[in-house]
């Protein structure tokens, strides 16, 4: 065997025997739960949110109206508690190009986040923008989208490179982690003022790889999924690193992927676990939600990073997932899930009482 073999089969055999087993979270999915206009359908659904008054907001990659580098494809759509559309919101907007994730903070302000347009833009309750962070770049320029270059080129202060997502402490201080060209932290205070940002392209703690979805807990502790790094950061409301989490959990032998070829044992060792989607339930004691996109499974997790459970499966059916790219948890047991491949939102119910324990099984 070659050396590099033998130290690739260490590495694997070390991570295996790591891996712990977690009981299995039974669920239910809510059948045909969205009810769409005439005329109207979801495509990859990038983003989902949840108001304090059960509102739910779906950012889809649908196509609308103006080009930013090619057809848009953005729409940002209101449904009510019961699942009935209400309206579209920022209709022909300007900053629309392609959708990647959508929160609602404590006021019920609508923030979405668009990584074609390099753009952040808040919305009050009734729909309006109210605040809008980063720029795309001008039609009247050569407009393309931003490319990747090694070294990276620097970030800049104020200016973003396919952003992801945002969050907020208990000062209301604005967290929007940038994301697949940067790969930062870019802290506002609460009126839209540029106080810092963090991180750089690396491995070591503070640095990221894809940092793909970022959420915060009540203390103020910023939650960032590096997804490339196949870890959770934790930091203060400062950016001062806390800790790291990582998802080991094992993945059932013959688990098919959405779409491709079966992944090798150390491909599926890259993927499991690697967080694409975060939340964090509201509450005394709050639980962190996370998603993987293969063996395409949500993990139940305490902030401390302990795995209390696991839910889902790769696939098409209802309880089945294709790339889940972000998650709402408006309360410990209830979840709604936003689907690239399948083009859906799915309205998850936990029932962890009938949760059994975990039992071994070999990883594959």
Not at 59 to 87: H, V
Not at 201 to 220: L, M, Q, V, W, Y
Not at 233 to 238: A, E, L
């Amino acid at each position: 065997m070659k050396p590099c073999s033998v130290g690739l089969f260490v590495l694997l055999s070390g991570w295996a025997l790591a891996q712990q087993p977690a009981p299995e979270i039974p669920f239910d999915s809510a059948p045909n739960f969205f009810k769409l206009a005439p005329d109207m359908y979801l495509g990859e659904v990038s983003g989902v949110a949840v108001n304090s008054k059960g509102h739910i907001f779906v950012f889809s990659r649908g196509n609308t109206n103006g080009p930013a580098y090619g057809a848009a494809a953005a729409q940002l759509l209101e449904f009510g508690p019961d699942g009935k559309y209400i309206r579209e919101i920022g209709k022909n907007l300007y900053a629309w190009s392609y959708a990647h994730a959508v929160r609602a903070d404590k006021d019920d302000n609508i923030w979405a986040i668009d990584k074609g347009s390099d753009m952040i833009v808040r919305f009050n309750p009734e729909g309006r923008v109210t605040m809008v962070f980063g720029r795309k770049k001008e039609a009247s320029d050569e407009a393309v989208p931003w490319t990747r270059v090694s070294p990276p080129r620097a970030a800049l202060d104020g200016q973003f490179r396919q952003p992801t997502d945002v969050t907020w402490d208990t000062e209301g201080s604005i967290f929007i982690s940038d994301g697949y060209i940067n790969s930062r932290v870019a802290k506002y205070d609460k009126n839209g003022r540029w106080v810092k940002q963090w991180g750089d392209r690396g491995s070591k703690p503070g640095e990221f790889n894809t940092p793909h979805s970022i959420a915060a807990d009540t203390k103020g502790n910023i939650y960032v999924a590096d997804r490339g790094n196949r870890r959770i950061q934790v930091f203060d409301p400062d950016g001062k690193f806390e800790r790291e989490i990582t998802i080991d959990v094992p993945v059932p032998p013959g688990v098919q992927p959405w779409m491709g070829a079966m992944p090798s044992p150390e491909a599926a060792a890259r993927q499991s676990g690697a967080p694409w989607a975060i939340c964090i339930t509201p509450g005394p004691t709050q639980y962190l939600y996370s998603a993987d996109a293969y063996p395409g499974r949500i993990y139940k997790l305490s902030l401390d990073g302990k795995v209390l459970g696991v839910l889902g499966t790769s696939g098409r059916q209802l309880k089945e997932f294709g790339w889940i790219h972000e998650l709402a948890c408006p309360s410990e047991n209830s979840l709604y899930a936003a689907e690239l491949l399948n083009w859906r939102v799915q309205k998850l119910t936990l029932h962890p009482a009938k949760q059994r324990p975990a039992e071994s099984q070999p990883a594959q």
